[in-house]
């Protein structure tokens, strides 16, 4: 199984972007997915969650109100829509998939090689 994650990129302060995670196989669909992140010499932290059942989203304080994850089951993809970004938002972020959600990252089995998003202010 394979998460391939795109759409990240330079962008100014303010402004959005959309990063996407697409599963190779369909055997995960049921998976939660997630987005994490990691900026330059910190560890790497929760962004945001979503289930498939009933599509309930689960947000880190830093980040909502900010960012919407959502998912397209027909797709097979995950995505993160991120809109007034902020300099501290500067991470590589990876997507994970996983049986159960958490905001642990152990707790997810399979993880995407991730994508650098940098913030200019």
């Known amino acids: 199984v394979q998460l391939v994650e795109s759409g990240g990129g330079l962008v100014q302060a303010g402004g959005s972007l959309r990063l996407s995670c697409a599963a190779s196989e369909r055997t995960i669909s049921s998976y939660a997915k997630a987005w994490f992140r990691q900026a330059p010499g910190k560890e790497r932290e929760f962004v945001a969650a979503?289930?498939?059942?009933?599509?309930?989203?689960y947000y880190a304080d830093s980040v909502k109100g900010r960012f919407t994850i959502s998912r397209d089951n027909a797709k097979n993809t995950v995505y993160l829509q991120r809109k007034s970004r902020k300099p501290e938002d500067t991470a590589v972020y990876y997507c994970?998939?996983?049986?159960?959600?958490?905001?642990?990252?152990?707790?997810?089995?399979?993880w995407g090689q991730g994508t650098q998003v940098a913030v200019s202010s």
């Open positions: 994970a998939a996983g049986r159960v959600s958490s905001v642990l990252a152990d707790a997810y089995e399979y």
């Open positions: 979503i289930i498939r059942s009933d599509l309930s989203t």
